[in-house]
């Protein structure tokens, strides 16, 4: 039984009741998010010593990695090692996006080292192998695709990004209007591509039942993907982006009938004035599923800094009711984010992820504000260090400049806060 | 004559052309945004080799970095490092807020040397030089603070940070109500133990009318500043903020009528949620004057990351009217910013500044981001990383990663783009 099931029967999971004590929330507000399709566990049962994290509406924002070797970079070394980093900085799931070496081997490889959720997109090995064995991403069969999606949901993948909405309706949008950057997803661009030499429907969209089956039997949520998200300011909320999410939506009303949790991914590359609006559309006509963006970025001229365009847009989306983000690593659009990167990136996310927290209201996120305010109006170092975000930089960024009193090095001995305190202290009521 | 008296009489100054030049608008909505009072130009003429630059409405959002020493670290070489390094990441104006070592001459070598306007603020020049003399800030007089303001007048500085609305009024506000954070503000600081010690009033409301006659002789910009203004997000928009920001709106009202530009300085920590409001009421009480927003921060747990808290907020108040945002560097809260964090706080602010003006549709700003995605689109690396805010970052990063093919190393053989132009080009119109 999939954690959807057990939530509509009324059971709760050991799952559900981790997640509950981990966000400080009653058992039955998680049950029935759950049992609702508002919240999903990704939680595949074959993933041993996976800590579940929910993910949906009332609980704390999540954030994702990614990571993966390509083609030109990466390894099994260096990927483990990002697992390590994105884990340690605080990522609440990792996608192994891989596209070179043994795909297969990476993945069981990073399952076995991660107590978070593991995502992963199928299509990537189905279409490489077909590249590798037959020359051709076109030469891909259906069967061969479901067999990719079939040995990842039983070596335990907890959620599976699948761009069942990008159909060929969808296509005719992206033909029949202008756009900048056309496609930027590489899932989206593999089935395009196969669709339009075979002329044929997307594979994931025809045989969705097929898909449901799989979901099901190992409770892989699904991720629904936007093959079409924008991949630039230009392109964003456009016709064919639209129409793919309207598909996605009832998709979800499917996934939920066959016991199935999904969630939906959304952009990417989305104006500030845009990224509100993206976020009720998504909630509206995917009735309150949980909302995976990517970023969003909100200007295109920031590489290098991306992690921060991102943040900007991934606070907004939190606020406005996004569950999930993905973060965006200062390599993007540049290269394969390292180790360094990865750790930037869940950073700034997390910053995100937890000013949106604060905005939206959720439960204990402005208390932990309050805990280092109080801190650092006492110039209690080593206390505003232990709560930050990243202790190890506070403190070192700290003692970067010794100060010769009790303050920090920026106002050195006329601290406004210590001459506060002397002057107008007492006088003061505290909180 | 100040450019607002000069823009009142219909004369157009050099400094609105070369404004308009710049912003690619019409002289005349420079001159009558000078003449409103919603655009100010800071550009003492005692400033020799200023490059004018207008702050307002209608105008792109401009960028502030804040360097100088304190009683711990920073000499006249550092300094200076740090004012080339700031105009180099495209900081709009600087201010030197040096509190240690020879503050007039730490002045005149920075103003001598920028280009960009300088802003100081002459409180903590004139309460220093009363601890050094004469052991404690509140002996310092009221006619030495106004000697500091005329002498760093003469010396060119084209905008001061005064703390006029700082009054006894909302000082009793602060003492009704309960504070996490009190006064984090240091010129807001040194004040306010000035006129508690001696129970007298703000000087710099009390003689407001000698304030506004320096500043209209030398036509130094007022920066109206927030003493009280919030130093942790449990303490935003609350009483003492709002009725010193009621204070500094009369204020802006009575420097209009005397022809002396004005700016309104605001917070500060304020929640994602509270920043819309903070710019609204800013705007409407103070009459459309130009807002010079310090960040804001969105969290209060990621010293070491303020630059990026500060983005996300500073993008977001931009978008709502803020015109002028202050930066904030990864030191912020633990240390003085050294060149590393100066750049890293201005390239970020900028980001912010950039995304704020796409979604407030300020002319040209979203073309910038369609020239990038245009060459992304082409995979032409070269012009990509010369359009981008950091050229040679975004080059650095992309070389970090060799790529076989003619993409990144992110997709390597499999870039989407590629893909889709292999597939779909010929399909697809172009923009």
């Known amino acids: 039984m999939t954690q959807l099931e057990m939530a509509r029967r009324g059971e709760l999971s050991p799952e559900m009741a981790q997640v509950a004590r981990q966000e400080n929330v009653s058992p039955e507000l998680v049950m029935q998010g759950v049992a609702e399709g508002t919240i999903v ?135 029949e209007q202008k756009r900048t950057a056309d496609v930027v997803s590489r899932g989206g661009a593999f089935l395009i591509a196969w669709m339009l030499h075979n002329q044929r429907e997307n594979p994931l969209y025809e045989h969705y039942d097929r898909l449901l089956e799989i979901a099901r039997r190992y409770d892989v949520t699904l991720s629904l993907g936007d093959g079409l998200r924008p991949g630039c300011l230009a392109d964003a909320t456009d016709r064919a982006q639209i129409e793919e999410l309207l598909t996605i939506g009832e998709l979800v009303t499917r996934a939920r009938k066959a016991g199935v949790q999904a969630m939906v991914e959304g952009p990417g590359h989305v104006p500030l004035n845009q990224i509100e609006a993206n976020v009720h559309l998504q909630k509206s006509v995917c009735q309150g599923a949980p909302f995976y963006v990517l970023g969003p970025l909100v200007t295109d001229v920031a590489a290098g800094y991306d992690h921060i365009t991102g943040a900007i847009g991934g606070a907004l989306a939190a606020w406005a009711g996004a569950d999930f983000l993905c973060y965006v690593t200062p390599a993007e659009h540049l290269g394969l984010p390292d180790a360094y990167d990865v750790r930037e990136g869940v950073i700034a996310s997390r910053i995100a992820a937890h000013a949106g927290d604060i905005a939206k209201g959720i439960k204990d996120a402005a208390g932990w504000d309050l805990k280092v305010s109080l801190a650092r109006k006492k110039l209690d170092w080593a206390e505003q260090a232990r709560l930050s975000l990243d202790p190890q930089l506070a403190e070192r960024v700290h003692r970067k400049h010794a100060s010769a009193g009790e303050a920090c090095s920026m106002c050195g001995e006329y601290c406004a806060m210590e001459l506060m305190e002397k002057t107008l202290g007492s006088r003061l009521p505290k909180c």
């Open 41 to 175: 566990i990704p939680a595949n049962p074959v993933h041993k010593g996976l800590a579940a994290c929910g993910i949906g509406r009332g609980l704390k924002t999540k954030v994702n990695a990614n990571i993966g070797t390509s083609s030109d970079y990466g390894s099994l070394t260096t990927e483990l090692e990002k697992l390590k980093v994105a884990i340690g900085a605080g990522a609440d799931a990792v996608m192994d996006l891989s596209t070179g070496g043994d795909i297969p081997a990476m993945r069981r490889a990073i399952i076995a080292a991660s107590p978070v959720a593991i995502g992963t997109v199928p299509v990537y090995q189905a279409a490489i192998s077909a590249i590798r064995s037959q020359g051709a991403i076109v030469r891909m069969t259906v069967d061969e695709l479901f067999a990719a999606i079939e040995e990842q949901a039983q070596d335990g993948v907890d959620f599976i990004t699948v761009h069942c909405g990008t159909t060929q309706a969808a296509v005719n949008r992206l033909t």
